[in-house]
């Protein structure tokens, strides 16, 4: 009965890794972004999309990792992006889900979302700072998260509580980004998330709760600053 079991959960999680897959292939070679228009049929609860912010080649969710500008091109807007998160929060759990740890990359616009009755972490997302889309955040977030990603297939308990995540990160930072430090960190669902760097905050990276492993979220792009949000 054990086996069988087991054996079914194991074709879930495959199931799920294969339809991530398609969904990140997908996103890396989503439609063009330009002044006239911008792309639609983005995956996730509730994609929102502002026209008139545009770059050539954008790769949606994955972080603009193969985005080219147009010269003219500008960020939206932080309070825009703002209240582009708070309508994209409402998709998650009620209109009292708080969005806090505002944060400005070159990329992106970030923040953790909270549920105000447990005071509990559940999600981090992000609004594209030059085309406005809010999505989740890819990598934990999608992968690893026990609430709303396909981590919600784990099982058992936790291996790692916070102190001895952050000790995983400080090793792994030995030798990523010598002489980086743990500035933040954030409990979410089935992982932590670190803020970290030489003399203020310049990335972020997870670890898994279960396993140990480390997740560089490398989409940002530079960390431009942060705005002490609680809405």
Known sequence: MADRKNLIIGLLVLIIILLAVLIFRSMMYSPVYNPAGYPSGKMGPGMMHNPGYNYTYGSGMMGNMMAVYYPESRPIAQ?????????????????????????VFSSNYYAVLKDPSTG????????????????????PNMMWNTNYGAGRAQTGGKDYDLAESEKLANDFLAGYLPGAQIIESKAMPGYYTFDFGWNGIESMLSVNAYNGQVWVHTWHGPYIGDINVTS
Do not use: C, H
Request: hydrophobic share 35%; charged share 30%.
């Open 79 to 103: 309070d825009e992006a703002l209240k582009i998160m708070q309508n994209f929060a409402r998709e998650y759990s009620s209109n009292k889900t708080e969005i806090e740890d505002f944060m």
């Open 120 to 139: 509990q972490y559940i999600a981090e997302i992000l609004v594209d700072r030059y085309s406005g889309s809010a999505y989740p955040e890819p990598g």
